[in-house]
T-cell receptor, first 114, second 114 residues
Framework: GDSVTQMEGPVTLSEEAFLTINCTYT??????LFWYVQYPGEGLQLLLK?????DKGSNKGFEATYRKETTSFHLEKGSVQVSDSAVYFC?????????????FGTGTRLTVIP | NAGVTQTPKFQVLKTGQSMTLQCAQD?????MSWYRQDPGMGLRLIHY???????DQGEVPNGYNVSRSTTEDFPLRLLSAAPSQTSVYFC?????????????FGEGSRLTVL
């Protein structure tokens, strides 16, 4: 079935370091891909998305490119800040019994230290 | 806008007790869903609904019931709670049926079953 495999955490970085969180997917159709972020004590919120191959999603300095040839959607940021500390979830939206449901990876906890 | 509102935020139950987690959204969203979040397992879909009067099972439906009598409300019922249902539960909603739409999450309900 459709699924997402996400880089295990936790990840600890110093402020201004480069961030990569790997995400690969398995899907039979043409899914949309998402990154959601969960700050402490809150629900998830959309960070960025890409709806077709070669699309690049971007928001708040984060980027991810939908790569069909490698079935990947890696999250990157050039210079992380302490405020980026959160749990990041890769997800895909796939048609299942008549509805497009969102399937999530296991999440990667990022801690940025000053 | 209130968005997606979940109640209660915290609940402790004894094995065998029943309870209902409430979820309401004020965005006139057709699609609503319930997830549970467990350490190392990400978010898993319990049940979802594509409109009033229509519900369907997700990945982990056993032990849970749902109904959708109105567009706004999507309660999740635990008929006989078990320790394995200790988790954080998230309700989420989305406008429409496409696979490109953003899912809006509530703040979560933390349930402990003793």
């Amino acid at each position: 079935g459709d699924s997402v495999t996400q880089m295990e955490g936790p990840v600890t970085l110093s402020e201004e370091a480069f961030l990569t969180i790997n995400c690969t997917y398995t899907a039979t159709g043409y899914p949309s891909l998402f990154w959601y972020v969960q700050y402490p004590g809150e629900g998830l919120q959309l960070l960025l998305k890409a709806t077709k191959a070669d699309d690049k999603g971007s928001n708040k300095g984060f980027e991810a490119t939908y790569r069909k040839e490698t079935t990947s959607f890696h999250l990157e940021k050039g210079s992380v800040q302490v405020s980026d500390s959160a749990v990041y979830f890769c997800a895909l939206s796939a048609l299942q019994t008549g509805a497009n449901n969102l399937f999530f990876g296991t999440g990667t906890r990022l801690t940025v230290i000053p | 806008n209130a968005g997606v509102t979940q109640t209660p935020k915290f609940q402790v139950l004894k094995t065998g007790q029943s309870m209902t987690l409430q979820c309401a959204q004020d965005m006139n969203h057709e699609y609503m869903s319930w997830y549970r979040q467990d350490p190392g397992m990400g978010l898993r879909l319990i049940h979802y609904s594509v409109g009033a009067g229509i519900t369907d099972q997700g990945e982990v439906p056993n032990g849970y019931n749902v109904s959708r009598s109105t567009t706004e409300d999507f309660p999740l019922r635990l008929l006989s709670a078990a320790p394995s249902q200790t988790s954080v539960y998230f309700c989420a909603s989305r406008l429409g049926q496409t696979n490109t739409g953003e899912l809006f999450f509530g703040e979560g309900s933390r349930l402990t079953v003793l």
